[in-house]
């Protein structure tokens, strides 16, 4: 069975071995590269078409990194499905559907070309861009918060029942506050993942690469103090939706009503996003200006703040949330 980094895309006589490709769609774009379809784009240098594109990243035969940009979406799509089924695939776009090719990675990749050097920047004379590079996630900032929203979204079920009903309860008058999980994202979140997707030889799909594998665990309480620090976070993530109707924590109680704004002001496209979950309900995805939200429309919800590195706060549904969702999920882009 022949892989992805076997097929070949033919751009001015010479060949691409493609490595991996992506989606930057509305509905479905690295969002480590920005907080909206548009934004997105920015950081590649693309004018944001309602119809999006798909990103098919290679080496030429000397070995330099390329960045194929189609607006041959489906063709993607099903490549990129196929590869994750472990299927055979030969990702050849016509030339008449490209768009630009554009020197470097903007993600990293985890795999290389056989054959061919090792991955590296075309040299300037053959490009008059300076070369794509992957986000700096090598520190706490909005590029690890969305990873770490990502990741979130992926693994839905290992947060969730990190964060039991009583979480939400009111504490009692006197006696110790119940323990709590602790929620933070962690700093390998961008370290250990920096790509959507990335495609095997034998098409296997590579977890190493950034999007969904940004690696974001929850890890066990060290000390009293640490703890004490994580019950007053929870707490205080807590407060928008107890049943003691406490003012929610200011960092929140921004983050929800900036969310709830966009269901009079549509923003950009892609800020907020709506996928498949069990059952009748959506994971929902929102983004903003230092913020992410992650939900299910008939649960709870997660947010990152940028002003609280490795923190994720969770907001209990309450009387407010569900309406709040339920409303976003109707402005929401969906994958098509």
């Not at 607006?71 to 016509?94: H, K, N, R, T």
């Not at 009583?166 to 506050?177: E, N, S």
């Amino acid at each position: 069975m022949t892989g992805p980094d076997e097929d070949t895309v033919s751009a001015d006589d010479d060949a691409l071995y493609v490595l991996t490709a992506i989606l930057l769609t509305p509905a479905n774009f690295p969002s480590v590269l920005g907080d909206d379809y548009p934004e997105a784009c920015a950081a590649l240098g693309l004018v944001p078409l309602e119809g999006g594109y798909g990103l098919v990243l290679g080496q030429d035969g000397d070995g330099a990194r390329w960045t194929v940009v189609v607006d041959d979406v489906s063709l993607v799509a099903v490549a990129i499905s196929s590869w994750d089924c472990g299927m055979e695939y030969d990702l050849s776009p016509d030339e008449r559907s490209m768009v630009a090719a554009l020197p470097g990675w903007p993600l990293s990749v985890a795999v290389a070309a056989p054959g061919v050097p090792a991955p590296h920047d075309p040299s300037p004379e053959l490009t008059d861009r300076a070369p794509l590079c992957p986000p700096d996630t090598g520190a706490w900032g909005p590029a690890q918060r969305r990873l770490g929203a990502d990741e979130i979204a992926l693994q839905w079920a290992v947060w969730r029942e990190q964060i039991g009903e009583d979480f939400f309860a009111p504490l009692p008058d006197a006696g110790p506050a119940p323990d709590r999980p602790e929620a933070e994202a962690g700093e390998k979140a961008g370290a250990e993942a920096t790509a959507e997707a990335s495609h095997t030889g034998s098409a296997d799909h590579a977890e190493e690469t950034a999007g969904p594998a940004a690696a974001t665990e929850p890890s066990d309480a060290s000390g009293a103090e640490a703890a004490d620090e994580r019950v007053g976070a929870a707490d205080a993530a807590a407060e928008p939706t107890d049943t003691l109707g406490r003012s929610p924590a200011p960092g929140v109680r921004r983050v929800l009503a900036e969310a709830r704004s966009y269901v009079d002001t549509p923003p950009p496209l892609g800020r907020v996003r709506s996928s498949f979950a069990p059952g009748d309900a959506r994971t929902l995805r929102a983004d903003g200006p230092g913020w992410s939200l992650v939900a299910r429309t008939d649960d709870i919800a997660f947010v990152l703040l940028d002003e609280k590195p490795g923190e994720v706060l969770p907001v209990g549904r309450g009387a407010e949330l569900p309406g709040l969702l339920e409303a976003l999920d109707k402005v929401a882009v969906r994958p098509s």
